[in-house]
Nanobody
Framework: QVQLVESGGGLVQPGGSLRLSCAASGLRFSLYTMAWYRQVPGNEREFLGF????????SYAASVRDRFTISRDNAKNTVYLDMNSLKTEDTAVYSCAASGRSRPTNFSEYDYWGQGTQVTVSS
């Protein structure tokens, strides 16, 4: 049984930083591209970025490219999302996802999803 479990969410002030983690189990982690998405209730799911399993290259949404960084530790079956210079509009539920494709192009190409962790940016 595949599980993706996010952690690290919480309340942070504008301008602050936060690191999210996603621990995977039940799959060969090193053979999956790992991504982060976020969603605000009532809005569509928003792609943030992924880290390819094949070449380790990352791809980011333009809205977060200069502030967010995705890294992965294959030995720990964990992917991270480092978020800096957080803004109130970054408030959302953040989820990780796993895809067997090296460079997935949309959310339908992801095989597994985590439940998400809430991030609230507020003073």
């Amino acid at each position: 049984q595949v599980q993706l479990v996010e952690s690290g969410g919480g309340l942070v002030q504008p301008g602050g930083s936060l690191r999210l983690s996603c621990a995977a189990s039940g799959l060969r982690f090193s053979l999956y591209t790992m991504a982060w998405y976020r969603q605000v209730p009532g809005n569509e799911r928003e792609f943030l970025g992924f880290k390819s399993y094949r070449d380790g290259r990352a791809s980011y949404a333009a809205s977060v490219r200069d502030r967010f960084t995705i890294s992965r530790d294959n030995a720990k079956n964990t992917v991270y999302l480092d978020m800096n210079s957080l803004k109130t509009e970054d408030t959302a539920v953040y989820s990780c996802a796993a895809s067997g494709r090296s460079r997935p192009t949309n959310f339908s190409e992801y095989d597994y999803w985590g439940q998400g962790t809430q991030v609230t940016v507020s003073s």
